[in-house]
């Protein structure tokens, strides 16, 4: 049976690493990630998980010491934001070198220069092509459960995740969240047992050699090649998920992109402002709908083209910029449209860097444009 707490995204998170009750958690406290350490702490020191909890001196130190923890055969678990994560980077690479499955909380906060504290995805967007898979969650509800789900996808494809929630905005804003009995919670993650690990004695393994040219390349081709099992692993997961916890977990939320002529394209928190507008314009009569990506890596380019082939224009609403080029997602999203008869319009517009709000008006000004057929050329939307 579920029941009910009131919990804010880090307490969330906190929560369902407390019900996974890791061997190893390393961390080191950032804004706005702190809460996550603070509280998963407490449950430490309260005897609620027998976790080696590991305060190290920097985040760079915490995710090598989850690294090393992890390569010799245990759970082990970490998290982050902003100048954390990037000071983590040379490591990034490491863990999904080593195909080990982590799994890292990112309380998303824009990045230095200047500095800021607040929320945008400059800090992960970053880090799209460091073998990581990244979720990002809408809600507390949903970072609690994206901690269980991505545990167990890591563990089945040997790959780490990312679990993004929006810093502040999630992170620290407390709302109702359903959460699992312990014991169905330990029934769906199981016990980990790794093929490889260090301190398997009796079958001997090297972790983190030099590896010439000879070999390099087949050994990061193995790497590559493992997100072609993500499909089929998150399909098998999500089935489970759903026979024990009577829940859905799904790659993107359709909410009426399949029955629209405009799509909005926009992750995390802002999906549920952007809902409220889509709603409005549903209520007119007018063929609007939104599509939230929710695991963003791997980047599910057949599935995003069969919901959007009969869209007309497509709005794709970023907190991330791409510096010299476009960013992120909107790539991705002309990638999956490339020599296909079915040729929408993509649009690309940036917001909320630095924690700038986004009112539901600039999201109605904006789709109204469109149905104008005014499209405006300033991709920034906020801007002062």
Excluded at 134 to 150: G, I, K
Excluded at 174 to 186: C, G, H, R, S
Aim: glycine content about 4%; overall charge neutral; hydrophobic content about 40%.
């Amino acid at each position: 049976m579920a029941n009910k707490r009131a919990l804010s995204g880090a307490e969330a998170i906190a929560y369902a690493m407390r019900q996974i009750n890791p061997d190893v958690v390393a961390l080191y406290p950032i804004t706005p990630q702190t809460p996550i350490a603070e509280t998963f702490a407490k449950h430490v020191s309260d005897g609620l998980v027998d976790t080696e909890l590991i305060l190290t001196e920097s985040e760079h130190s915490s995710l090598s010491a989850v690294i090393g923890a992890s390569a010799s055969g245990v759970r082990a678990m970490t998290a982050t934001a902003s100048q954390g994560l990037l000071y983590m980077y040379e490591m990034l690479s490491v863990a999904s070198g080593l195909r080990l499955p982590i799994v890292m909380a990112v309380a998303n906060r824009a990045i230095s220069s200047p500095i800021n504290i607040h929320c945008d995805h400059s800090d992960s967007m970053s880090a799209l092509d460091q073998g990581w898979l990244q979720f990002y969650c809408e809600s507390s509800q949903e970072a609690y459960e994206m901690m269980l789900f991505a545990l167990r996808l890591s563990e089945s494809v040997n790959l780490p995740s990312m679990v993004c929630i929006d810093g502040f905005i999630t992170s620290h804003c407390v709302e109702p969240v359903v959460v699992f009995e312990d014991n169905l919670v330990k029934k769906f993650i199981g016990e980990y047992t790794p093929k490889h690990y260090l301190l398997d004695t009796k079958n001997p393994i090297t972790v983190g050699p030099l590896v010439p040219p000879h070999s390099y390349f087949e050994v990061r081709s193995e790497m590559f090649n493992a997100f072609n099992d993500v499909k089929s692993n998150f399909n098998f997961i999500s089935k489970e998920f759903k026979k024990i916890f009577k829940k859905d977990i799904k790659i993107f939320e359709d909410y009426f992109a399949s029955d629209a002529d405009i799509v909005l394209i926009v992750l995390s928190s802002s999906a549920s402002t952007s809902k409220q507008v889509i709603d409005k314009f549903r209520e007119q009569g007018k063929k609007v709908g939104l599509l939230r990506p929710i695991l963003l890596r791997p980047f599910f380019y057949e599935e995003y083209f069969k919901i959007l082939k009969n869209a007309k224009q497509i709005i794709v609403l970023e907190r991330a910029e791409g510096p010299g080029s476009f960013s992120p997602i909107y790539k991705d999203l002309v990638v999956s449209f490339y020599g296909s008869k079915f040729s929408p319009q993509i649009y690309s517009y940036v917001f909320g860097l630095g924690g700038r709000d986004l009112y539901e008006k600039d999201i109605e000004d904006l789709i109204s444009s469109f149905i104008k057929k005014k499209i405006p050329k300033e991709r920034y939307i906020g801007l002062k």
